[in-house]
């Protein structure tokens, strides 16, 4: 039924302007708005990612977005730089490091969690 159709994906905030200022302002990805609030991420390789308003938003207890990159470290420094704060995570016997970075060591992609200004998870991890 699906097979031919284009999709896209959403999620809540609490405060599109602290969004838009973290998302354009902080991330560097482009955006755009329309009449209704909505805005629009406007991801490289033209994926699109609508951010919504809801007044009552609950964060995600989960991650609701992953940018994948080349290098996992510098990604990271660079977003420390911007002053984003990694989550620390201890799954048993996958843990992150200090810098927020869990190592996949042959078990999957190195990745590292933070969170929007709203309390979403994103990622950073290793591009396959």
Same mark, same amino acid.
């Given at each position: ?9 959403g999620?809540?905030?609490?405060d ?8 354009n302002g ?11 609030g909505?805005m629009?991420? !406007? *991801?490289?390789? &033209?994926? #699109?990612?609508?951010? /919504? ?10 991650? %609701? ?5 080349a ?7 660079? !977003? *420390?730089?911007? &002053?984003? #704060?990694?989550?620390? /995570?201890?799954?048993g016997d ?6 927020? %970075? ?10 590292a969690?933070?969170k929007?200004?709203?309390g979403?998870i994103l990622?950073?991890l290793?591009?396959?």
């Amino acid at each position: 039924m699906f097979k031919n159709t284009k999709a896209f994906s959403g999620f809540s905030v609490n405060d599109m302007q602290k969004a838009k200022e973290f998302y354009n302002g902080t991330l560097g990805i482009d955006v755009s708005e329309n009449d209704m609030g909505i805005m629009t991420l !406007l *991801i490289s390789g &033209g994926t #699109k990612v609508v951010v /919504y308003p809801k007044p009552n938003h609950e964060p995600a207890t989960f991650t %609701i977005l992953n940018f994948a990159v080349a290098d996992v470290d510098k990604a990271v420094d660079e !977003l *420390i730089k911007a &002053g984003i #704060k990694f989550e620390q /995570y201890d799954f048993g016997d996958f843990k992150t490091d200090e810098k927020g %970075i869990m190592r996949g060591n042959g078990h999957g992609p190195d990745i590292a969690w933070f969170k929007d200004p709203a309390g979403n998870i994103l990622s950073v991890l290793k591009e396959i």
